[in-house]
């Protein structure tokens, strides 16, 4: 039998977990004995290399013109980013195809031949990431059961462990290297339903590295006078890999000195605080528009709950405790929870003859409900009751946030004497986008309904759109009075029109 | 031998009807087709003009269907088809033509002695008629009537029309003008953009018709231009007055050209300047458009604008702030903006636009910190010109409180 695993693919750590034949979610250590996998790729001595040693190569390369390495790629995904790796040049994908690859090896060779793979991704990915992620997938040679939003991940992983004390509405504030996610949801026995979700795609630990590396060369160079250039970065002293081990201590202690080029450099905690304020204010605004999106009162959440390495940083529980008034919740490992979660998912997911008896009861138990995470309506004429002019708009049909599967409908006319087609759009956006700016709102399907000749303006076009179970959306678009019908279907996993 | 039946010459005749309550004018013809209209596929144009005085002008329509294919211009095309087909000798009156009067528009207003032009036409030789006349083809033109017509007209006249307009283009010149100079110079690309635009609107004129000779135009819009830069360059633009007068002139569609166009002008080098920003707020104030309007303005700057470049102490007015609101306003404000660029981030495309977006985001952050700042000894030197001690917020949410709170500790 196959073994069943889910991924998460992090910014600065990946990690695999297995859902094992007790039906219980565990994480895979390499061959090392470590669960957490640098997401760093190099080209060490003409061998892809991914993990640490990849990693070390990565922060030798800081500042250097001709690179061996590259890392956060993550946050790339889904756009042209190219990283020149000694003679070769990679995108994204292929450098995430890397890591994935590693991560399934090791995972087989400890678990055996694996079933189709869950892997995760932040909330707020856009399709384009999504789709990236799937590639990556694909051309790392594992077969996809499904993607998972992190968030959604680590709540069936809390809900699953247990140790929430009561049923009731929990926030999961994700944290991580590179992303920020906060899913509101509500949790009963192994149930989790998602109320609302929201997230910053480019703000996590590695901003607070880079912030903590200015702060030691503003000391540093305050102290000797002397000014450092970009190419004198990778100096041991303001080496990323050693400034990431100075923030966790930050988290430990108040102060911490590190040596630069024979110099001793002090910082304290007030002084990287200060200097990653708008990255926490960020986090602020975001959670409150998450709390008002989500008509959640922050004061009677039942509890939060962690994901994510960052939220070790006292700053990060500080900003929690004055949001919601409460402490967050340390009840497991925020560097695991993902992983585990995905296991879970991917557990929930598999077919029950391909699981062991005490698989398929664990599996059974659970349940997930996500929610739209865009707006999703359609392109049409605004001609203000006949005066003044006719603008393109975006008509939102299924709101974000609205509880998946759905069907929503809504009426539209013809405006033009003897129209014979309309133009069938399929709009997305994140925003509730009222004109129709391509630069904000995204046509993910096209088609085109004739109508009968003939006919005056003001026919009623009836549109519905149907969100499934598998992220599949049916959207129909109906003539009332002849009854003509133009079916699109949109595969959402993929963002786009299905081939089929 | 048979006797040969005499020809008579077509005629028109008109009368005046209510059609659907407008007043409408038919052209009825009589008579026999010529001989060389005999088996062809034919057509009428009917085209109008003003013959009140010396000069000749064209009449105009407000409706698509009775235009000419490129401009304004009146004209009734009608294939015989749709009047049930000619025969070669008409003996009884049919009507050719139906002439709803409320889509006239004269050159000048008041009562106008109107003229209808009838042409009947083949399609095979398919004749050019621009502004009444045919250019074109000219063999296509098998019989040409002429009769006059007596409609009630209630217009102001597009010469009259032009005029005005031409005036309202010479303020959003000015005011174009003084966006460009609010930086203190007219640069040559800013002169560029603002003449370019002058050269669309003598285009646009003389598509639509408005009375003039190619030249006559041609002069009324350089010195329309030439005048607009004398005065920046003497430095007497006054920025408001501009916008005020505007406001009795400017239709809707001219305050959406008068921002068009300061648009185009501020963001040609990708900086703008504070005063541009104020300008740019007084025209949404004045203009009295929806809110929405300067919402829109804002989001278009942001695309197109270096970000980066905007100094902190410009930021207030970029971010759509208003100086008299209270610190729950302005927490709501900054809360919104966030949310929908956090959002837009996904789909804006690669590039200059991601990054600016980005770099919005964090211009947000600093003024939800900055200017929501509930200590008023610490405000912001910004902040303290116009507005006093700021009131402390009634009723505030959690979100508020817990801001206050968090900066409360951190002090
Ligand atoms: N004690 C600590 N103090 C501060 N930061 C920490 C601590 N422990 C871990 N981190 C940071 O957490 C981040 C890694 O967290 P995690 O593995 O959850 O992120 P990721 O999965 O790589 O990223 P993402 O989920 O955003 O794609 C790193 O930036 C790391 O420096
Ligand atoms: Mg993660």
């Known amino acids: ?500 | 031998m048979p006797v040969a039946r005499k020809k008579t010459p077509l005629k028109l005749r008109t009368s005046e009807i209510t059609l659907e309550n407008l007043p409408t004018t038919l052209i009825d013809i009589i008579g026999d087709l010529p001989q060389t209209a005999y088996n062809k596929e034919l057509e009428l144009s009917i085209s109008l003009f003003d013959c009140d005085d010396d000069e000749v002008h064209p009449i105009l329509s407000t409706e698509e269907l009775f235009q000419e294919d490129h401009s304004m211009v009146y004209e009734l095309r009608l294939s015989t088809d749709a009047i049930g087909g000619l025969k070669k000798k008409i003996t009884k009156w049919k009507t050719i033509g139906i002439i709803p009067q409320t889509v006239l528009v004269p050159p000048y207003g008041g009562e106008r002695k109107i003229k209808a032009i009838v042409r009947l036409v083949d399609i095979a030789y398919d004749p050019v008629i621009e502004k009444g006349q045919v250019v074109e083809n000219f063999e296509g033109v098998l019989w040409t009537g002429e009769i006059d017509l007596d409609p009630m007209i209630l217009d102001w006249g597009y010469v009259y029309i032009e005029k005005q307009k031409r005036r309202t283009q010479s303020i959003i010149l000015k005011v174009a003008m003084a966006v460009a100079m609010a930086d203190g110079s007219l640069s040559a690309l800013e002169r560029k953009i603002i003449k370019s635009r002058v050269h669309h609107w003598r285009d646009n004129a003389k598509n639509r018709c408005d009375g003039m000779t190619d030249q006559k135009r041609k002069t009324a819009y350089q010195g329309m231009m030439r005048r607009a830069v004398q005065r920046a360059r003497a430095k007497k633009l006054n920025m408001t007055a501009l916008i005020k007068s505007l406001r009795y002139m400017a239709s809707p569609h001219e305050w959406s050209d008068t921002l068009d166009l300061c648009l185009e002008v501020i963001t040609c080098n990708g900086i703008a300047d504070n005063n541009q920003f104020i300008a740019l707020n007084d025209i949404a104030h004045y203009s009295a458009l929806e809110p929405t309007v300067f919402e829109n303005i804002r989001d278009y700057l942001i695309m197109h604008l270096d970000i980066t470049k905007i100094v902190e102490s410009e930021s207030y007015e970029f971010l759509g702030l208003d100086r008299n609101w209270d610190l729950v306003t302005t927490r709501k404000h900054l809360r919104s903006e966030y949310k929908k660029w956090n959002s837009r981030l996904n789909t804006v495309p690669d590039g200059k636009s991601r990054d600016n977006t980005q770099a919005i985001l964090d211009m947000i952050g600093k003024a939800y910190k900055k200017y929501t700042q509930p200590n008023p000894v610490k405000k912001p030197v910004a902040l303290s010109k116009k507005t006093q001690p700021i009131p402390q917020p009634q009723s505030e949410s959690f979100f508020d409180q817990a801001q206050l709170k968090l900066f409360n500790d951190s002090e």
């Open chain 1, 1 to 500: 039998m196959s073994s069943v695993i889910g991924i998460d693919l992090g910014t600065t750590y990946s990690a695999v977990a297995q859902f094992d034949e007790f039906g219980r979610p565990v994480m895979i250590p390499d061959p090392e004995g470590k669960y957490l996998l640098p997401s760093c790729v190099a080209l060490i001595n003409d061998e892809w290399r991914v993990g640490v040693d990849a990693w070390g190569q990565w922060s030798a390369d800081y500042g250097i013109e001709d690179k061996s390495s590259a890392a956060r790629f993550k946050r790339e995904m889904g756009t042209s980013k190219q990283y020149p790796i000694g003679p070769h040049s990679l995108n994204p994908v292929e450098l995430s195809s890397h890591v994935l690859k590693n991560l399934a090896s090791y995972a087989e060779q400890a678990v055996g031949p694996l079933a189709p793979v869950v892997i995760t991704v932040p909330a707020n990915f856009s399709n384009e990431a999504r789709q990236a992620t799937i590639n990556a997938a694909e051309s790392a040679g594992l077969e996809l059961a499904n993607i998972i939003n992190e968030p959604t991940a680590a709540a069936m992983y809390y809900a699953y462990s247990g140790k929430l004390s009561q049923a009731g509405i929990y926030a999961v504030f994700d944290l991580g290297g590179g992303t920020f996610d906060i899913t509101i949801a509500e949790f009963d026995g192994k149930s989790v339903e998602v109320i609302w979700s929201d997230g910053i795609a480019r703000l996590g630990g590695v901003d607070f590295d880079e912030a903590l590396q200015t702060v030691v060369k503003e000391k540093y160079e305050g102290l000797t006078g002397e000014i450092v250039s970009e190419e004198h970065m990778n100096h041991e002293g303001f080496d990323l890999r050693r400034i990431q081990d100075l923030k966790h201590s930050l988290s430990r202690r108040e102060k911490v000195s590190v040596f630069v080029k024979g110099q001793v450099i002090e910082v304290t905690r007030e002084e990287f605080e200060a200097k990653i304020s708008n990255f926490v204010t960020q986090v602020y605004l975001c959670c409150e528009n998450a709390l008002e999106g989500g008509n959640v009162d922050p004061h009677r959440l039942d509890g939060v709950i962690l994901a994510g390495g960052s939220t070790r940083m006292p700053i990060i529980q500080q900003t929690v405790q004055h949001l919601f008034g409460q402490d967050p919740l340390s009840i497991a490992n925020v560097d695991e929870v993902v992983a585990l979660g995905a296991a879970l998912y991917a557990g929930h997911r598999s077919d029950t003859d391909v699981l062991t008896k005490l698989q398929q009861a664990s599996a059974a138990e659970m349940s997930v409900q996500d929610v739209a995470n865009k707006h999703f309506g359609t392109r049409a004429i605004d001609d203000n009751f006949g005066m003044g002019e006719r603008r393109l708009i975006n008509s939102i049909i299924i709101e974000k946030g609205t509880p998946i599967p759905c069907s929503m409908t809504e009426k539209y006319h013809t405006v033009a004497p003897n129209q014979t087609e309309i133009n069938c759009t399929i709009t997305e956006c994140d925003h509730e986008e009222e004109t129709f700016d391509p630069k904000f709102v995204r046509i993910i399907a096209e088609g085109s309904l004739e109508l009968p000749p003939g006919r005056p303006p003001g026919q009623e076009i009836q549109v519905t759109y149907k969100y499934d179970i598998n992220q599949i959306m049916h959207c129909y678009f109906e003539d009332t009075d002849s009854g003509k019908k133009k079916e699109i279907t949109v595969d959402l996993m993929k963002g786009g029109p299905r081939d089929d």
